[in-house]
């Protein structure tokens, strides 16, 4: 899955209406179609020409959509729709339809509308080509302005940002099977519906149908652009055949190295990264969960057990741009992402995808939701939820957070003086936490999951940080991993969310004798 920031273009003109009235036209009438379609054979989506799939970065980037044709400019709407051409990553077309006051149309495709790289580039667009999915606009920045927030393009992916951020984490659709040896199912969007806005709305509703050779779906969204965008998210899904991993709601996110791995060799840039943990928050027994990133050695794939799952998210939290000196990526401005559930859920897991990337072209991390239930052919599911993309604080916890962890050898000036362990520190701050003295006493609560031993903790305030620091020296098991878990307590009160840390056996973060 290769990343990019891609200028997108596209351009298009209404068709006459179809007939169906506006006023006919529901979320059941997707739901159907979803149900006729796991019903039916599996068709696979149109391919669009080779000679689109196999442009360059570059001569992609270069087709450019002008501005002044987006979908409702005419009417100085705040939201405006600029379609996106397909070509490199994005090789089949959708189809997409408007809802308005005169019914349900579709867009047709006017590639007079495009400015492109070359000659060579536009004279072999077809003319009936078609589109790979659509971007929003809305004023987030400022009346005059029309600032790009949302995108759907490519399989089910999507990405958002809120008012303050660049793109960076997509969401997704539907996963199946992501990161068994059998191999990943990628369903796509293959049409939307868009409901055309009052001039002055805040919200935008639209609806997409799913389609995949496992699972056929249908999906209502409705997003709200702001400080932190809202997507909110209502799906129905159709079976076609019994799916070993479903993933809800997931994310899609990369990890190449942060403050708690070794910087590679002849990198510069102290981390790189778009999400720096997994939080997690378990209704059922009120803890709130951070799991660091990593980028491992081989696939890596952990599964956490929730009875009542409130919600779970890819957080970027470190926003310093000293932790990063890249002002091209801007990984500090990268968006966090928040799964709200609606309703209850009931028991299930939140599984933690992590592939190994040589370098940060590569989505390497995948998070989502998998139900307790099994899931079968003919037996639909249905889910409701809120995607949230802005700062750390779209996921309002009231705990003290997990802000940096490092981790290193144990035989050290400054680390300890025990061979084989491993010194592990974690940050904390926020919460509860900005109340206290610097001499309050708080104590530092820490378990080893598997076999090894805890040769010492101890927690202190950092003055010139801010923040309590818990300090670990830990020896792992002979060829055992080490997992911990900690958090933060003044007397019985917790204070902090609780962190999670794994390392395999045999981590290279040893110093290796001389």
Known sequence: MLRGTVLLSAAFSLCLPLGLQAADFSFEN?????????????????????????????????????????????????FQVMPVPPGLFYRHPVQVHVIDDQGVSPLTFAKNQFSYPNTEVERLVPADLGYAGFKLTFPLKGDDQANQFLVFAGASYFRAVGRDNNFGISGRGLALNTGLPG??????????????????ATSMTFYGLLDSPSMSGAYRFVVT?????????????????????????????????????????????????????????????????????????????????VQNLRGFGLLQRDTDFRS????????????????????????????????????????????????GDAVQRGKPLKQRYRVLFGDESVANSRLASARESFVGDGMRVGGGNEEGALRLIVDFAGGPLDALDADAAVIGEVEMQHEGELIEQFVQYLPALKRWRLSMLVRPAADQALALRAHLREGENSLSETWQYELPAGSDLLATPE
């Open 225 to 305: 652009p702001g400080e932190h965008t809202v997507l909110a998210v209502e799906s129905v899904l159709f079976p076609r055949q019994d799916v070993e991993l479903l993933g809800v709601a997931p994310l899609t996110s990369m990890f190449y190295y942060g403050e708690n791995s070794i910087r590679p060799r002849g990198e510069w840039r102290p981390e790189v990264h778009d999400s720096d943990g997994l939080l997690i928050h378990d209704g059922g027994s009120g803890e709130w969960l951070w799991r660091p990133l990593r980028n491992p050695a081989t696939l890596r794939m952990d599964y956490f057990s």
């Open 324 to 371: 990063y000196q890249d002002p091209e990526a801007i990984y500090d401005g990268r968006p966090s992402a928040w799964v709200e559930t609606d309703g209850n859920w009931g028991p299930g897991k939140v599984v933690l995808v992590q592939i190994p990337t040589p370098d940060e072209t590569n989505d390497n991390i995948v998070a989502f939701w998998q139900p």
């Open 183 to 200: 191999g990943e199912e990628f369903p796509d969007f293959v049409e939307f519906w868009l409901e055309r806005p009052a001039p002055d």
């Open 30 to 78: 997707v739901i159907t179609q979803a149900r006729e379609r796991a019903e039916a054979a599996y068709s696979p989506p149109k391919e669009v020409p080779r000679f689109l799939q196999e442009l360059s970065f570059d001569d992609y980037q270069g087709i450019r959509f002008k501005p002044e044709n987006s979908l409702w400019h005419e009417s100085e709407s705040a």
